[in-house]
């Protein structure tokens, strides 16, 4: 029996296990959104977790802490400039997993992890692209219709290349080809 074995072995080694789950940790990080196995998902949440507990706390000590754990420096960088600060005020339950259905090759469970306040920064770039303001048509634009001018014969026979032979059908050798025949 597993009894207080909660490790998700993934079927993978230690070292193996550990390193992809560091760099699924680093990539939800830098895209904010991750596509993975739903298995995988479930494995990287609780260390994803403690990363932005650690960020949050924000001393030396926590920073490298999640530098060992994480062993890339952007990341670690990210994570307490920007994922820690939006992330305060929660006590816990910072991402969210979303299933996706089976995927076609191996119907393996897909979903997608992401920070659960990641919508308030999809909405804050939304915002951003809307406040700059458009170019303004002038009035004598708007009234004029573009008329575009046709091509003189000359521009015509340039642009219109001459029609080249067709290409002949090749002959398919073996095709139809009898046992007494040679090649």
């Known amino acids: 029996m597993r009894h207080q074995k909660k490790t998700i072995k993934l079927g993978r080694t230690a070292e193996h296990r550990k390193a992809l789950l560091a760099n699924q940790v680093c990539s939800l990080i830098e895209h904010q959104r991750i596509k993975t196995t739903l298995a995988k998902a479930k494995a990287v949440r609780p260390l994803a977790e403690r990363m932005v507990t650690l960020g949050k706390n924000g001393s030396i000590h926590a920073r490298r802490t999640a530098l060992a754990a994480l ?56 915002k951003r692209k809307e406040t700059q303001p458009k170019p303004r048509e002038t009035e004598a634009e708007r009234e004029e ?9 000359e521009e015509k026979t340039a642009e219109t290349p001459t029609p080249a032979e067709e290409p002949k059908p090749k002959k398919r050798r073996w095709f139809g080809r009898t046992s007494g025949e040679k090649k």
């Open 71 to 126: 062993r890339q420096k952007n990341a670690v960088k990210k994570l307490f400039d920007d994922i820690a600060p939006r992330s305060a005020e929660r006590n816990g339950g910072y991402t969210r997993i979303v299933k996706l259905g089976q995927r076609k090759s191996d119907s393996a469970s897909m979903a997608f992890i992401e920070w659960v306040d990641m919508a308030e920064v999809v909405e804050k770039k939304a």
């Open 145 to 153: 219709p573009r008329v575009e001018e046709s091509p003189t014969e």
